[in-house]
């Protein structure tokens, strides 16, 4: 059985292998729903998934809540690095999407705006998780999957250490640029 760090990791997980568009991930599947598509066990939860049962312990939830990590603690054992990659360039596609049509104005809610630069930056910061130390780029290793393999191929830059370390800055300097422009938290 499949093992995600937490709930919200295993919907990124769904996304990804149920996307048509390797370069897309699918618009995000129907989420956990406790009593629907979620049983709890002694020890984690079982997400019945498009993907197939995925277990959550509870234990790494907890921790990855305690600490601020929305995907998890430690390297993914589900998504690699390309993948990782691929999900925080979907999101900043998103982001920027939503920061182009908020005006501020009265009414106007920015919150999609500043979720999608925060998911953007934490799922680069996954991606970072597999370069080893000194490296320039992300050893083939640990891009495990099909759909990392081919991704890597089509952007052969996809996880350097230079693209995944800019990509990062320029997201989270992107969510601050917006928090101070609109005076928002």
Request: hydrophobic share 40%; net charge negative; aromatic share 10%.
């Amino acid at each position: 059985m499949l093992t995600a760090r937490t709930l919200t990791e295993a919907q990124v997980y769904v996304s990804l292998v149920t996307a048509a568009d390797p370069d897309v991930p699918a618009v995000p599947p129907a989420g956990p729903q406790p009593g629907v598509n979620v049983t709890e066990g002694p020890e984690a939860w079982t997400f019945a998934s498009q993907a197939g049962d995925i277990t959550i312990p509870y234990d790494s939830e907890r921790a990855a809540t305690t600490i601020g990590a929305r995907f998890g603690l430690g390297k993914s054992r589900l998504i690699d690095a390309a993948q990782w990659a691929v999900v925080s360039a979907s999101f900043a596609r998103r982001a920027l999407d939503a920061d182009m049509a908020y005006t501020g104005a009265p009414g106007q809610d920015g919150s999609a705006v500043e979720l999608n630069w925060e998911f953007a930056a934490d799922a680069v910061a996954e991606a970072i998780k597999f370069l080893p130390d000194g490296a320039d780029e992300v050893p083939d290793t640990e891009i495990w999957t099909e759909y990392g393999r081919q991704a890597k191929a089509r952007h052969p830059h996809l996880v350097s250490r230079a693209k995944l370390y800019d990509d990062l800055e320029y997201y989270r300097g992107t969510l601050e640029d917006f928090r101070a422009l609109y005076k928002r938290s």
